[in-house]
């Protein structure tokens, strides 16, 4: 029985004391500043099937059974066990009456969700509890940085900690009177003042945090100094800003080692250590991060001159991603990405459903080689739902053929492909106009345009006839004497439903193409939910699609494909079959 093996995991980890403990209990709609924004047009046509049967309802996927979730808050890694908080409606699916939400992991694959961390009791957060982060403190004590919504509706920052310290699972925590900790003064815009980072220590024993702000379009993220966690002052300027931006959201700051894969501490810095500044862009909906330096004796993050500094820089996803937030993993010594990926169906269908937004599969991040971007990978643990597993090698892909990958449950699987392309020199040529605007440049030339190398690829979450599928494909293009290699998912054909949002999201890949001709995808597919990611994860790109076919009795089916002139060979392909993640929910909502 599943609740019983996931107490069993439980109970391995925990201290004796734990005996006495139990558990006691664009594409988005709207984005993570909380404020409701107009769907993108979609048509006024009824959905032509129910969707209350859960055919869309991720399994591995981590997402409460009912209502609406959004930002991942304050993860972290505590004695042995991961918590994930996330802004919560206890009472429907769509956004509103915002909690902190709680849930307990020891594998990042099961989950437990207790009873709510932060919910409005205070005047400091009367009118909300938004989006924060976690920090532990010496002592091994663990504290929360959070927006909270005062009776003004000013955004103001509060702390809160836990009740009990002995309590293994973290399950109460209080808010003290002092709060707020950081208030809306001094010229600051009161209604874009949120999300504050994980603190880090300086060499002068002194917390740091960043809030996410603005000015008009300046983005800013406000710098605070604290001795105690208490009293915090801001700094005579901020961390680092930049013009014609908009508002900075979840901005995430953390150091990442030069080389190796190994995670630091996020007040780690000094030689050998590069940092990571992130911001959750509300004017466009998406993640962009820079690489740079962090001049402590300045307190000042600058970025490096290979990390482009606006809206046409680095993401981590190209997709439906948003509000991310790192945290790091002292017990495997990883830093570890978590994000919200928002509904692309129509409200009035998440109504019916009775939920809305998951959370993406953790990833493991750092620097890659070159020093330029960060690499992401699926955590290592969520290997242990493969199941049965089929493999093929040495295939040829010639223009326009499609190979079907048998013997998995194509509604729910793991498949990674390395593909070895020829007649590189035959590229298609590149106009250098396209590199500000790959999602674009993905619509152009989706999966059904024929090139010279590419598009090859996958067709995911595919009916039998072809009248709906997700192409996640590669297309590669000569410029000058040098190959782009362009990564796009394309919805636009995924589903036979009108009312759904069915972009191409598209980014292009820093790959080895041009030295050895392969290039690598895998995707991870879990009905409605399908991230993908490009050469071992330099590229990654989340995708929800809602097809009729997984409502009906028919086959999915699962495809690699070729439509470029050029032959395409598959080195090795495997796909296993995913079984269901555990997420049980014994909360008790206020």
Same mark, same amino acid.
């Given at each position: 029985?599943?609740?019983?093996?996931?107490?069993?995991?439980?109970?391995?980890?925990?201290?004796?004391?734990?005996?006495?403990?139990?558990?006691?209990?664009?594409?988005?709609?709207?984005?993570?500043?909380?404020? %409701?924004?107009?769907?993108?047009?979609?048509?006024?046509?009824?959905?032509?099937?129910?969707?209350?049967?859960?055919?869309?309802?991720?399994?591995?996927?981590?997402?409460?059974?009912?209502?609406?979730?959004?930002?991942?808050?304050?993860? +972290?890694?505590?004695?042995?066990?991961?918590?994930?908080?996330?802004?919560?409606?206890?009472?429907?699916?769509?956004?509103?009456?915002?909690?902190?939400?709680?849930?307990?992991?020891?594998?990042?694959?099961?989950?437990?969700?207790?009873?709510?961390?932060?919910?409005?009791?205070?005047?400091?957060?009367?009118?909300?509890?938004?989006?924060?982060?976690?920090?532990?403190?010496?002592?091994?004590?663990?504290?929360?940085?959070?927006?909270?919504?005062?009776?003004?509706?000013?955004?103001?920052?509060?702390?809160?900690?836990?009740?009990?310290?002995?309590?293994?699972?973290?399950?109460?925590?209080?808010?003290?009177?002092?709060?707020?900790?950081?208030?809306?003064?001094?010229?600051?815009?009161?209604?874009?003042?949120?999300?504050?980072?994980?603190?880090?220590?300086?060499?002068?024993?002194?917390?740091?945090?960043?809030?996410?702000?603005?000015?008009?379009?300046?983005?800013?993220?406000?710098?605070?100094?604290?001795?105690?966690?208490?009293?915090?002052? *801001?700094?005579?300027?901020?961390?680092?800003?930049?013009?014609?931006?908009?508002?900075?959201?979840?901005?995430?700051?953390?150091? !990442?080692?030069?080389? @190796?894969?190994? @995670?630091?501490?996020?007040?780690?810095? @000094?030689?050998?250590?590069?940092? %990571?500044?992130?911001?959750?862009?509300?004017?466009? *909906?998406?993640?962009?991060?820079?690489?740079?330096?962090?001049?402590?004796?300045?307190?000042? #993050?600058?970025?490096?001159?290979?990390?482009?500094?606006?809206?046409?820089?680095?993401?981590?996803? #190209? @997709?439906?991603?948003?509000?991310?937030?790192?945290?790091?993993?002292?017990?495997?010594?990883?830093?570890?990405?978590?994000?919200?990926?928002?509904?692309?169906?129509?409200?009035?269908?998440?109504?019916?459903?009775?939920?809305?937004?998951?959370?993406?599969?953790?990833?493991?991040?750092?620097?890659?080689?070159?020093? *330029?971007?960060? !690499?992401?990978?699926?955590?290592?643990?969520?290997?242990?739902?493969?199941?049965?597993?089929?493999?093929?090698?040495?295939?040829?892909?010639?223009?326009?053929?499609?190979?079907? =990958?048998?013997?998995?449950?194509?509604?729910?699987?793991? =498949?990674?492909? =390395?593909?070895?392309?020829?007649?590189?020199?035959?590229?298609?040529?590149?106009?250098?106009?396209?590199?500000?605007?790959?999602?674009?440049?993905?619509?152009?030339?989706?999966?059904?345009?024929?090139?010279?190398?590419?598009?090859?690829?996958?067709?995911?979450?595919?009916?039998?006839?072809?009248?709906?599928?997700?192409? !996640?494909?590669?297309?590669?293009?000569? #410029?000058?004497?040098?190959?782009?290699?362009? +990564?796009?998912?394309?919805?636009?054909?995924?589903?036979?439903?009108?009312?759904?949002?069915?972009?191409?999201?598209?980014?292009?890949?820093?790959?080895?193409?041009?030295?050895?001709?392969?290039?690598?995808?895998?995707?991870?597919?879990?009905?409605?939910?399908?991230?993908?990611?490009?050469?071992?994860?330099?590229?990654?790109?989340?995708?929800?699609?809602?097809?009729?076919?997984?409502?009906?009795?028919?086959?999915?089916?699962?495809?690699?494909?070729?439509?470029?002139?050029?032959?395409?060979?598959?080195?090795?392909?495997?796909?296993?079959?995913?079984?269901?993640?555990? !997420?049980?929910?014994?909360?008790?909502?206020?």
């Amino acid at each position: 029985m599943a609740t019983s093996k996931f107490n069993a995991l439980f109970t391995v980890i925990i201290l004796p004391v734990a005996a006495v403990f139990f558990f006691s209990w664009k594409q988005a709609t709207v984005d993570a500043s909380h404020q %409701v924004f107009k769907e993108p047009e979609r048509s006024k046509m009824e959905s032509p099937l129910s969707i209350t049967n859960n055919q869309y309802r991720p399994s591995y996927h981590f997402r409460p059974p009912k209502n609406w979730i959004n930002d991942p808050n304050g993860p +972290m890694f505590y004695n042995g066990i991961y918590h994930l908080f996330y802004q919560y409606n206890p009472k429907g699916a769509v956004w509103g009456n915002i909690i902190w939400a709680h849930a307990l992991s020891i594998d990042l694959v099961n989950w437990k969700i207790i009873e709510p961390a932060i919910y409005p009791t205070k005047s400091f957060d009367i009118n909300g509890c938004w989006s924060g982060s976690s920090t532990i403190l010496p002592g091994n004590k663990p504290a929360i940085l959070y927006t909270g919504i005062d009776p003004h509706n000013r955004q103001v920052q509060n702390v809160a900690f836990p009740t009990n310290l002995s309590d293994p699972y973290l399950t109460k925590w209080y808010k003290p009177d002092y709060n707020p900790v950081m208030a809306p003064i001094d010229g600051i815009n009161a209604s874009s003042f949120r999300d504050p980072t994980t603190a880090w220590m300086g060499s002068d024993g002194q917390w740091r945090t960043v809030v996410g702000s603005k000015i008009h379009l300046l983005g800013k993220a406000i710098l605070y100094k604290s001795k105690d966690f208490v009293k915090w002052k *801001r700094a005579s300027h901020p961390l680092h800003s930049v013009h014609n931006i908009g508002m900075w959201e979840c901005p995430d700051f953390f150091p !990442v080692l030069l080389k @190796g894969r190994r @995670g630091l501490d996020t007040s780690v810095n @000094g030689a050998g250590v590069k940092h %990571v500044f992130k911001v959750s862009l509300d004017m466009t *909906r998406y993640e962009y991060y820079t690489v740079g330096k962090y001049y402590e004796h300045k307190d000042r #993050y600058v970025p490096d001159r290979t990390s482009v500094d606006q809206k046409t820089g680095l993401r981590y996803d #190209y @997709g439906n991603f948003y509000a991310s937030k790192t945290f790091y993993d002292g017990g495997k010594k990883r830093r570890i990405l978590c994000g919200w990926s928002n509904e692309s169906d129509s409200q009035t269908d998440d109504i019916a459903k009775g939920w809305a937004g998951i959370q993406t599969i953790p990833r493991r991040l750092w620097l890659a080689k070159n020093g *330029r971007q960060v !690499v992401q990978w699926p955590v290592e643990e969520i290997e242990s739902l493969r199941g049965k597993r089929t493999k093929m090698k040495g295939l040829k892909l010639k223009q326009g053929s499609r190979l079907e =990958v048998k013997g998995v449950k194509a509604s729910q699987a793991d =498949v990674e492909v =390395v593909f070895k392309v020829s007649g590189l020199e035959r590229a298609e040529p590149f106009d250098h106009s396209w590199l500000s605007d790959p999602e674009k440049l993905c619509t152009q030339k989706r999966a059904d345009v024929p090139g010279n190398v590419g598009p090859f690829g996958l067709l995911v979450l595919a009916s039998n006839n072809l009248t709906e599928y997700t192409a !996640v494909f590669f297309r590669v293009f000569k #410029y000058r004497s040098r190959y782009v290699t362009l +990564m796009c998912s394309d919805a636009t054909r995924s589903s036979l439903r009108p009312e759904v949002y069915k972009p191409a999201f598209g980014g292009f890949v820093d790959s080895q193409i041009q030295k050895n001709g392969k290039i690598s995808l895998r995707c991870l597919i879990d009905h409605s939910v399908v991230e993908s990611f490009g050469e071992n994860g330099r590229t990654c790109i989340t995708s929800r699609v809602y097809p009729i076919v997984l409502s009906t009795k028919s086959k999915v089916g699962l495809y690699a494909f070729n439509h470029g002139l050029e032959t395409v060979k598959i080195i090795k392909l495997k796909a296993w079959d995913m079984k269901n993640g555990n !997420v049980l929910d014994e909360s008790s909502y206020v």
